[in-house]
């Protein structure tokens, strides 16, 4: 069973603290994303990576670093998390068809 | 940079009245679409992949692309309560990779 996992679904943090937003895929995908959903704003697209250690900025990268090691796993940092940074965010890996996470809500107080 | 848009915002059907949805895209050499739709902020389901103009069928759902117009639609046939969602076009390009995604229209089916 194909799957994108994301950890953790939940999450609440203060501003000024580091976040890790963790992303795994069993495909063995090249291509992977981060993404951030806010109302009214839709799907915004804050890195992509092609493989391992080759990451390319997405829309919206400010605030934000990624981490691929491993072709299966991808991961988000935020460096000192700002309130503007709460949001749903969501993985996704791509082969033909796009696989997403389940997302991850994230609250910065 | 790739602009993405779908209208309308939001839309109401009746059970079994064909839905609708449109979304147009700014760069003409985007090569992929897709059709998403999304239950109350959960995970993103995929509906139906296009690539080349004309029309693709998923079931009930079926795109229709015309590259040159700059236009992708989605159809339901026979919408269903459950079908209510937020629908979302993507539109990605052949050298990036990168997917850009619509606003979203709200749908909702009454029955």
């Known amino acids: 069973d194909m799957k994108v996992t994301q950890m953790p679904r939940y999450l609440i943090k203060r501003m000024g603290e580091n976040v890790l937003l963790e992303c795994g895929q069993d495909?063995?995908?090249?291509?992977m994303y981060w993404y951030r959903q806010d109302p009214g704003l839709g799907l915004q697209l804050i890195y992509i990576?092609?493989?391992?250690?080759?990451?390319s900025e997405g829309d919206i990268p400010k605030g934000y670093r990624v981490s691929r090691k491993k072709r299966e796993h991808f991961s988000l940092i935020l460096d000192s998390a700002k309130t503007n940074q709460t949001s749903v965010y969501f993985c996704a890996s791509i082969q033909n068809t796009l696989y997403f996470g389940a997302g991850t809500r994230l609250s910065v107080l | 940079q790739q602009k993405v848009q779908q209208s309308p915002e939001s839309l109401t059907v009746s059970e079994g009245a064909m839905a609708s949805l449109n979304c147009t895209f700014s760069d003409g050499t985007s090569n992929n679409f897709r059709w998403y739709r999304q239950h109350s902020a959960k995970g993103l389901e995929v509906l139906v992949s296009?690539?080349?103009?004309g029309e693709k069928e998923e079931g009930r759902f079926t795109a229709h692309l015309n590259r040159a117009n700059l236009h992708v639609s989605l159809h339901i046939r026979e919408p269903q309560p459950s079908d209510s969602a937020v629908y979302l076009c993507?539109?990605?390009?052949?050298?990036?990779?990168?997917?850009?995604f619509g606003d979203g229209t709200v749908l909702t089916v009454k029955p």
């Open positions: 495909m063995s995908h090249e291509t």
């Open positions: 993507a539109v990605s390009m052949p050298n990036t990779g990168k997917l850009t």
């Open positions: 990576s092609y493989d391992v250690d080759s990451n």
């Open positions: 296009i690539f080349s103009d």
